[in-house]
């Protein structure tokens, strides 16, 4: 099939046939090959790998076994060949794949959609980087199953993939804040914790996001890397763990009718000098429909 | 596809309990050369299902004495730990199939690499 100016790669995932199509539209054997050669993108990709391996806080000096989820054709696997470790590479595009294979990484390949969940036995990983694949996961035309089925479906199944304490270190670049709130949901859901990790907050060209994950045991967050004459008021860190808030709406006020809602509106009866009941163990309790 | 990597994988069809160790059918086999790194191999060696690869070194035809059940003490036994070594990340299978024990159903390997990209009703 030729849509201008790309061709469908032949391998089109059969469950979503959305972006991920664009996705092989876009790295088809030629674009693939491009890609792959570009200094530029080669000089990006490796250093984005390297800030990754980073924030993983592997030991020292010990060769570790890591996942490369979205390896594409080998760029940041290279990396970590580099530095010692062997890695798995699971890609979804055949022909980002074959380049791999013939810049002859020394990581081994699967040929997967990360959406359906990884094919592993639980426990194996002692890290997992991805680098510029994750918002792949994001975006869905009708057709297919949810965003949020196939991220909780990846995460959980990372989550177990993992050795406990071990980190998965996501470099992405968020479309907006409902993306960046969809996937810590589903990761949160799946039994992360850990947070964002911001690099250069006040450039726009150097601004990187790293989404550290925690499998098990809830680590420090790195911090972020800023240059030195920035003003220190930008953090450059969000971290979120388990714990449950409560919810407020856009305008920052609470859900109509919800106990937050009811005991704001007492205090406000209260200042306004009204006899209002005093508050007990039973105030904004759920009352079942037929009260 | 490297043995080390097959002894992690199993069958993520839903619905499929005991997708664990797939069975090689493999076509073609190839054995390369890679650095032997102790520490890699003894850290790696109690991650393993040391069954599962002992079966997937005999059907590919490879097992050449290693033991059924691991030996205590291995980290100490260098030539032990070479002979894993290989077996784990020397020997490489480039085309055939890896079968689900429970449903049957086939991932194909090409070029070394095994296609795990499921269907639309799994």
């Known amino acids: 099939m030729y849509i201008w100016p790309y061709t469908v790669s032949a391998v089109v995932c059969h469950v979503c046939k959305c972006v991920l199509v664009l996705y092989l539209q876009f790295y088809n054997e030629q674009e693939a090959k491009k890609y792959s050669q570009n200094s530029r993108m080669i000089e990006i990709q490796t250093q984005m790998s390297e800030r990754a391996v980073e924030l993983l806080s592997l030991p020292e000096d010990q060769p570790c076994y890591l996942l490369d989820v979205g390896c594409g054709s080998g760029l940041s696997g290279d990396y970590l060949s580099e530095a010692g470790h062997y890695w798995v590479g699971v890609d979804i595009s055949t022909a980002m794949l074959d380049v791999a294979l013939q810049r002859d990484v020394e990581g081994d390949l699967l040929l997967g959609d990360m959406g359906e969940g990884l094919p592993f036995r639980p426990g194996m990983f002692d890290g997992c980087i991805s680098i510029s694949a994750l918002q792949w996961l994001c975006n869905a035309d009708k057709k297919t199953h949810s965003p949020p089925k196939r991220l909780y479906r990846f995460f959980s199944t990372l989550y177990s993939s993992l050795a406990r304490g071990a980190r998965a270190v996501f470099q992405i670049y968020p479309e907006n804040s409902e993306q960046l709130e969809l996937i810590t949901a589903q990761a949160m859901k799946a039994g992360f914790t850990g947070g964002m990790v911001v690099d250069y907050p006040n450039s726009s060209k150097a601004k990187k996001f790293f989404l550290c994950l925690f499998a098990g045991v809830s680590g420090v967050l790195p911090k972020g890397l800023c240059s030195e004459s920035t003003d220190r008021g930008v953090s450059n860190q969000a971290q979120f763990t388990a714990q449950r808030s409560r919810f407020k709406n856009m305008k920052g006020k609470s859900v109509k009718k919800s106990k937050d809602w009811i005991m704001e509106k007492k205090e406000r009866r209260r200042r306004q000098g009204k006899d209002v009941r005093a508050d007990t163990k039973y105030t904004a309790r759920h009352r079942k429909p037929r009260f | ?122």
């Open chain 2, 1 to 122: 596809m490297k043995l080390l990597t097959h002894n992690m994988l199993t069958s993520h069809v839903q619905g499929v309990i005991k997708g664990y160790p797939l069975i090689i059918k493999a076509t073609e086999v190839k054995v390369n050369e890679l650095e032997f790194s102790a520490p890699f191999v003894s850290r790696m060696i109690p991650k393993l299902e040391w069954s599962a690869l002992i079966q997937a070194a005999e059907w590919l035809g490879q097992s050449q004495d290693l033991p059924s059940t691991l030996i205590p003490d291995y980290e100490k036994d260098e030539e032990f730990l070479r002979k894993v070594h290989r077996i784990l990340l020397e020997v490489e299978v480039v085309e055939g199939c890896l079968q689900c024990p429970e449903s049957g159903r086939e991932f194909p390997i090409s070029k070394g690499v095994p296609n795990m990209l499921l269907i639309e009703d799994e």
